[in-house]
């Protein structure tokens, strides 16, 4: 992929589980929700890896182990290694270890997930600002993380203390509804102590060094819920990417997302993986995909046609992007987007 603005999606006359070797699988959003796999998911991810893609599941969710992780998806259906799993406590782990002294004590305000990271660094977590610590790692500790961890990070980080965290992502999916992420953790510590972290994980390169060293792909697809994660990321490490509709990023945020946050490919859910994508073309003065027509008038997107609503919407993309390149910006989407049904 090539780091020049994106004004549409790219088609694909193979299906994408064959040209690409990888697919680097974000997890809540994409693949589950709340502990539940996501409509399509097991069936999608069983015909692409019976077809010789290999299938890597990337997280920035720093609190469950690999070994949990993969256990989990196996539960779901899903048969994973805890070598198919990479996480953003791995990536920030393999930070730390590059700034401090072998055997450092780095305190821990998370969960198992980062502890287990650490060790295998060769790093020994502990608990308290008062033990010494030669860094502070932040990452996702779950609901029932206590608030004075937050008030220990900060009095290490006070005293100077580096501090790395694993993720800033400031929402995470759950099966209820969208929940605070380790960015808002982070942003109490930050509002304390006026300090800034190292960040390992998505969109940062930290997290893209971590996912290539460990899978060893060559033709790798990201496919994630998140524009500022998971498409960014894979813009920033300059491979393709692939946006499934069933996490955090509606229609709307997609039709105004900046360059850096726009997908190579957009699909409903991870069926996309199976199949070609179809050309978006031009089509006089606005852009036809399918059935559908999209072009940008006065202040608003028009749509006009028929069929798979999800061609609409790619159709949608790039009216939206190509006005944004022409100084176009504050389209009113609404009409065009409730006539596809987001």
Same mark, same amino acid.
């Given at each position: ?72 998806? @196996?539960? /779901?259906? +899903? =048969?994973? *290694? ?8 791995? $990536? %920030? ?74 993720? @800033?992502? /400031?929402? +995470? =999916?759950? *099966? ?8 808002? $953790? %982070? ?92 050309? %978006? ?62």
């Amino acid at each position: 992929m090539s780091r020049s603005i994106r004004t549409r999606p790219e088609a694909s006359g193979q299906a994408l589980s064959e040209a690409y070797d990888t697919a680097l699988l974000d997890l809540d959003g994409v693949v589950y929700a709340g502990g539940n796999a996501i409509a399509h998911a097991v069936e999608s991810l069983a015909t692409a890896r019976a077809g010789g893609m290999r299938l890597a599941y990337v997280t920035n969710n720093a609190l469950r182990t690999p070994d949990a992780v993969a256990g989990h998806l @196996t539960e /779901l259906g +899903i =048969p994973t *290694g805890a070598d198919d799993v990479i996480t953003s406590a791995q $990536a %920030v782990a393999r930070l730390i270890s590059e700034q401090v002294p072998a055997g450092a004590r780095v305190l821990v305000i998370g969960g198992e997930g980062l502890r287990v990271a650490l060790r295998e660094r060769g790093l020994e977590p502990v608990e308290s600002a008062d033990d010494d610590p030669a860094a502070v790692v932040q990452g996702f500790g779950g609901p029932d993380l206590a608030w004075g961890r937050f008030a220990e990070a900060s009095y290490a980080v006070a005293r100077g203390v580096p501090w790395f965290a694993s993720n @800033t992502d /400031l929402t +995470i =999916p759950s *099966g209820r509804g969208i929940a605070p992420g380790n960015g808002a $953790a %982070v942003q109490v510590v930050r509002i304390a102590t006026g300090a800034e972290p190292q960040v390992a994980g998505k969109p940062l390169p930290p997290m893209h060094r971590e996912t290539i060293l460990r899978t060893g792909a060559e033709r790798p697809l990201v496919v994630g819920d998140r524009l500022d994660t998971d498409i960014e990321g894979a813009f920033n490490g300059e491979v393709d990417s692939l946006l499934v509709l069933t996490g955090v990023t509606d229609g709307a945020q997609l039709l105004a997302a900046p360059p850096q946050h726009r997908p190579t490919y957009v699909d409903a859910d991870l069926r996309g993986m199976l199949t070609g994508q179809p050309e %978006v073309a031009v089509d006089g003065g606005g852009f036809r995909c399918g059935g559908w027509t999209a072009s940008a008038g006065t202040g608003s997107l028009e749509l006009a046609g028929d069929g798979e609503p999800v061609d609409g919407l790619r159709a949608l993309c790039a009216a939206a992007w190509t006005a944004a390149g022409e100084g176009t910006c504050e389209l009113d989407a609404g009409k065009a987007l409730a006539r596809l049904g987001w």
